[in-house]
C-alpha cells in the first residue's frame, strides 16, 4: 500500500466512482446484438460466415455515424452448437448481460425455441423486452401460426421460395418427372410439402416420381440416393439441401453423369460450389434474394471490399445488410435503441434497396423483396468460393410477386 | 430393377472398401499395440489436406506416394514423444490421450487450413467414366479407389503373415521382453507399428478427401462409424475388419436404394404398424446411417468378440 503514489490512489478512485456508475454510462455504450449461431461443430464454417458478415454490415452502420444520435452497434457471437436448448443458455447469457436485440438464422429447430423462449421472456419482463431479428430460418411457421411480435424475417420463407421456384418450372413444359430430395427435419419437409401441393396445382401433369428424407449431416455419398433417382426416371430434382449434403448431393449426381437440373435453396452456399465443380454449371439453380452477378446495382464495392477482408468468404447475405439499414432507420427515425419502439416502427417500413424495394409486413413481420432465379454459370464477374464460377440471373421476380397469405394473428404488447 | 441392384452393390462394395482402408490401419495398431487409437480418423483428415496441399504442388500421383508418408512420419512422432510416455499409465491414459490428439489436430487443421472445405479433386485423368451402364457412368477414380484398397489389404496382409518384419511385430505384441531379448528394438517396432498404422489412415484420405469432401468435420464424420467396423469385425483382426468394411457398406447402400418403409418390414414379422403413423411412415432410407450402430449393438450382445475376432474381451 505504501508503494501507491498519491496519483494512483485517486485513479482507483475514480475508477470505482466509474464502476459504481456503470449503469449511466452503459446507457451511452454500444447497442449490442446478440449472434446466437454455430461456432463450433459440424456447421461452424457457416455461423462463422455468417458472424463475419454481420461484424462487416455493423462497421459499415458505425462508420456513417451509428444509430440514434452517434450510438454504436456492437456484434457479440454466441456459439448455440447448433443446439435448441444451447441456444436458450445463450440467450439468458445475451439477456444477463443486457443485451435487447438477438439475431440467428441457421436451422428452424433453433428458431423455433427462441421464438417461444423470447415470447416468455418479453411476457414476464416487459421492461426488458428482447427483440429477435431471423436472418435465415425460413420455416414458414415463424410467420404464421407461430408467428410473434418481437420476431422479424429478413429471408424470404420457404414457401415463398418454393412459390417462385414452381412459377419458373411451370414455364418449362418438357419437365414431367421431378425427384424432390432434403434433410430430414422440420425445414426439408417443409420444402417437400411445398413442393408438392404448389406442383400439384399449377402442373398436375408433372409426376413427383420421388420423395425422399436423407438423415442431416449424416451421408458422406450420395450416389446410392443418384441411383435412385436415375432408376426412378426423375428429369429434374428440387432441394432445400445446404452445407455438406448439398455439395455432395451435386458431386455424387455429376460423378454419375446424371446431369439434370437441380432447382435450389442453397446452391451458391459456403464451399457449396468449390465441392461441386465444374460439372454443375448450367444445372444447379437457386433462388435467392440477391447474388453478386446482377449488374450495376452499386454492390461491387461492398463485394470488393467483402472479399477483400475475407479472402475465404463471398459476400452472401444480403439481407443481413437489408436488416442491418432497416434497423438503423428504425433507431434513427425513433430515435430510440428501445426494441419495443423500433419493432413498432419496423413493422410496415418501406426502403430502398439495390435490388428494389424492400418492405416489412406488418400483419406476420415477414420482409417482402425481390428474389432472382439463377444458374451457376462460367465467366462472371464475382465468382463463388474461388472457383472462377459463379450464378447468372435467370428471372427478377418483383418483391410484392412473392407475398403470400398468412395465418399470423399477432399478439401485440399492450393490445 | 437389376440397375439399381448392380449399382448398389457397386456402391456398396465402393463405400465398405473405404471404410475397410480406414479400419484396417485402426485394427493394425490396436492388434500390435493393444491401443484403440481415437484419433484415426484425424489422421486420414491430415492425410486429405496434406495430399491437397502437396498435390498443387507436385500433381496428385506423387501427393499419393507422400501425403501417406508424412501422416505416417507424424504419427511416428506422435508415438515416439507422446504415446510411448503415456503408455505406462494404463489403457484409460492411451484412450484420453488419442481423445486428446484427435481434438488438437482438428483444431489445428482450422487453423492452418480455414473452416471450409477445400476444392480438392481427384485427377482429370481419373475423373472420366471409366463405363457407362444404363446411362449412368461409373468414375474411373472409384474403380481406382478399390483397386487401391484390394491392394493395400493383400500387401498388409503379406507382410504380416509372409514376412519376417510381421512374425517380429507379432511375436512382440505377446513377449515383448523375449524379442526384446532376441536383440530386437521393441519400442521401435511399436513405433513402425503406429506409423504405418497411421500412414493408412492418411492413404485413405488421400482417397476419400477427392472422392468425398475435404473439410474439418471429416473426421468427425467417419470416425464413429470405423470404430463400428474395427469391433463388428473383430478387435484386432484384419481379415474380420474387410468383411465387416463390405457387410456394412452393402446393408447401408441397399437400405438406401430399397423404397419401402419401416412398417413393410414390420409386417414381414407379423407386427402390424399403420403406415399412417410416425413410426410406419419411416422408410428404411431414413434409417439406413443407423445400421451399424444396430449391428453394433446386436454383435456386442451375441458375438462380443466379432466376427472373426480372436480374442474374447
Request: a positive charge; one cysteine or more.
Amino acid at each position: 500500500m505504501s508503494k501507491l503514489t498519491r496519483r494512483q490512489v485517486v485513479g482507483s478512485g475514480l475508477a470505482a466512482a466509474a464502476l459504481t456508475s456503470l449503469p449511466a454510462s452503459a446507457q451511452a455504450g454500444p447497442v449490442r446484438i446478440a449472434y446466437i449461431d454455430p461456432l463450433s461443430g459440424f456447421m461452424a464454417p457457416v455461423g462463422d460466415g455468417g458472424l463475419k458478415q454481420f461484424e462487416f454490415e455493423c462497421e459499415r452502420i458505425n462508420a456513417a455515424g451509428g444509430v440514434a444520435g452517434g450510438r454504436k452497434l456492437e456484434v457479440v457471437g454466441l456459439d448455440n452448437k447448433l443446439n435448441p436448448q444451447e441456444s436458450i443458455v445463450q440467450l439468458e447469457k445475451a439477456i444477463d448481460q443486457g443485451i435487447r436485440y438477438v439475431a440467428q438464422g441457421n436451422g428452424s429447430s433453433v428458431a423455433s425455441a427462441l421464438v417461444d423462449a423470447i415470447e416468455k421472456h418479453n411476457a414476464r419482463n416487459p421492461r426488458q423486452a428482447v427483440m429477435y431479428l431471423n436472418y435465415a430460418a425460413v420455416d414458414p411457421m415463424f410467420t404464421n401460426d407461430k408467428c410473434s411480435f418481437w420476431h422479424f424475417r429478413f429471408d424470404a420463407d420457404s414457401d415463398m421460395k418454393m412459390s417462385a421456384l414452381t412459377d419458373y418450372i411451370k414455364g418449362l413444359p418438357d419437365l414431367k418427372r421431378i425427384y424432390i430430395i432434403g434433410q430430414d427435419y422440420s425445414f426439408g419437409k417443409a420444402v417437400a410439402d411445398a413442393a408438392v401441393k404448389m406442383l400439384g396445382t399449377k402442373r398436375p401433369d408433372i409426376q413427383i416420381v420421388g420423395n425422399e428424407l436423407h438423415p442431416l449431416a449424416r451421408v458422406r455419398d450420395f450416389s446410392p440416393y443418384i441411383t435412385k433417382m436415375r432408376a426412378a426416371g426423375a428429369q429434374a430434382v428440387i432441394t432445400g439441401n445446404w452445407g455438406n449434403d448439398m455439395q455432395l448431393l451435386i458431386k455424387a449426381s455429376s460423378d454419375a453423369g446424371f446431369n439434370v437440373p437441380y432447382f435450389t435453396y442453397y446452391g451458391g452456399g459456403l464451399g457449396a460450389v468449390a465441392g461441386m465443380g465444374k460439372s454443375a454449371v448450367g444445372l444447379v439453380r437457386q433462388i435467392t434474394e440477391w447474388h453478386a452477378n446482377i449488374p450495376d446495382i452499386g454492390m461491387d464495392d461492398i463485394v470488393r471490399s467483402f472479399k477483400a477482408k475475407h479472402r475465404e468468404l463471398d459476400y452472401y447475405y444480403y439481407r443481413v445488410k437489408v436488416m442491418f439499414d432497416m434497423l438503423s432507420k428504425a433507431m434513427n427515425d425513433t430515435k430510440s435503441v428501445e426494441p419495443r419502439d423500433v419493432a413498432l416502427a419496423l413493422e410496415g417500413m418501406e426502403i430502398k434497396i439495390e435490388t428494389g424495394m424492400a418492405s416489412m409486413r406488418k400483419d406476420n413481420h415477414q420482409l417482402i423483396q425481390p428474389l432472382y432465379i439463377s444458374t451457376l454459370s462460367e465467366n462472371v464477374k464475382f465468382d463463388v468460393d474461388n472457383t472462377g464460377l459463379g450464378f447468372k440471373t435467370d428471372i427478377r421476380i418483383d418483391g410484392p410477386a412473392t407475398s403470400m397469405a398468412s395465418t399470423c394473428q399477432m399478439r401485440r404488447p399492450g393490445a | 430393377m437389376m440397375e439399381t441392384i448392380v449399382f448398389s452393390t457397386l456402391n456398396g462394395v465402393l463405400y465398405g472398401l473405404l471404410l475397410f482402408m480406414l479400419a484396417s490401419g485402426l485394427t493394425l495398431i490396436f492388434s500390435m499395440m493393444g491401443v484403440l487409437n481415437f484419433a484415426h480418423a484425424s489422421f486420414y483428415m491430415l492425410g486429405a489436406y496434406v495430399a491437397f496441399t502437396l498435390g498443387s504442388v507436385t500433381g496428385f500421383w506423387v501427393a499419393l506416394i507422400l501425403a501417406p508418408l508424412v501422416v505416417g512420419l507424424f504419427g511416428a512422432v506422435v508415438e515416439r514423444f507422446g504415446l510411448r510416455h503415456v503408455h505406462k499409465n494404463g489403457h484409460v491414459a492411451e484412450l484420453l490421450f488419442t481423445f486428446g490428439i484427435a481434438y488438437l489436430i482438428e483444431e489445428i487443421v482450422k487453423l492452418i487450413w480455414g473452416k471450409n472445405p477445400l476444392p480438392y479433386t481427384p485427377p482429370p485423368i481419373l475423373q472420366q467414366p471409366l463405363f457407362t451402364l444404363w446411362g449412368t457412368h461409373y468414375p474411373a477414380f472409384r474403380i481406382f479407389m478399390m483397386v487401391v484398397a484390394i491392394a493395400m489389404f493383400v500387401a498388409l496382409w503379406a507382410l504380416l503373415k509372409r514376412t519376417r518384419v510381421g512374425l517380429i511385430v507379432q511375436a512382440s505384441l505377446s513377449n515383448p521382453h523375449m524379442v526384446g531379448h532376441l536383440g530386437h528394438n521393441v519400442p521401435l517396432v511399436f513405433m513402425g507399428v503406429f506409423a504405418v498404422g497411421c500412414a493408412m489412415a492418411g492413404l485413405a484420405g488421400v482417397i476419400g478427401g477427392a472422392l468425398l469432401v475435404t473439410d474439418p468435420a471429416m473426421a468427425l464424420t467417419l470416425g464413429p462409424i470405423v470404430f463400428v467396423v474395427v469391433v463388428v469385425g473383430g478387435m484386432g483382426s484384419l481379415g474380420g475388419a474387410f468383411v465387416a468394411s463390405i457387410l456394412i457398406g452393402l446393408i447401408q447402400t441397399f437400405a438406401v436404394a430399397v423404397d419401402a418403409s419401416l412398417s413393410d418390414l414390420l409386417a414381414r414379422f407379423g407386427i402390424l404398424v399403420s403406415n399412417r403413423s410416425d413410426l410406419g411412415r419411416i422408410t428404411l432410407a431414413q434409417v439406413a446411417p443407423m445400421l451399424p450402430f444396430l449391428i453394433l449393438v446386436l454383435v456386442l450382445i451375441f458375438r462380443p468378440r466379432g466376427l472373426m475376432g480372436a480374442r474374447e474381451s
